[in-house]
């Protein structure tokens, strides 16, 4: 009799198994960025007389919400520098240039989460920002994290604002005067659950 229960138990335990995956049944949701419903954009002094603002296009990104176990999300997303919009051709196609994101040698902007942790509101995410060929640990705090069902797709939504210091990230420094050195990085993401 113990011997059959043990077997029943063990059954149960594979099929779910089999059922789910490697991933445990309560595990990690796992979201697609939604780039209809999602911006990047950023906003820069021009002579430190007034604000520049501009988006990328071309953005794609995942992450993953365990929220039994927050430490074990994450947080990704790669944008195409080429996509650079700021509303004028001729500044765009600038800010391509190697005096400014160098897209032909540096063709994507990435973050790549390295730890989460909650926090009221949402969660604080430490990851590896790479940007111009260089690599930086920054700290981001993503608000928001509510989950909906619309249309039969489940989503959830985020929204952070990051400043960085375009000096630390190897821009040409004869430029920083004309276009200021902080530039503001506002990300309005919203995930559609896999």
Known sequence: MKKALLSLLAATFLSGFTLWGAN???GADEYAYDLVHSSVSFKARHLDLSWIHGRFNQVDGKFSLDRQDPAKSAFELTIQAESVDTANAARDEHLRQPDYFDTKQFPTIEFKSTKVRPIEGGY???GDFTMHGQKKSITIRLLGGREIEHNGVKRVGFS???KLKRSDFGFDP???GLIGDEAIIIIDCEGMRK
Request: zero cysteines; glycine letters at 0%; a negative charge.
């Open 24 to 26: 445990p049944v309560l």
């Open 124 to 126: 604080e995410v430490l």
């Open 160 to 162: 952070t604002e990051v």
């Open 174 to 176: 004869t430029q920083i």
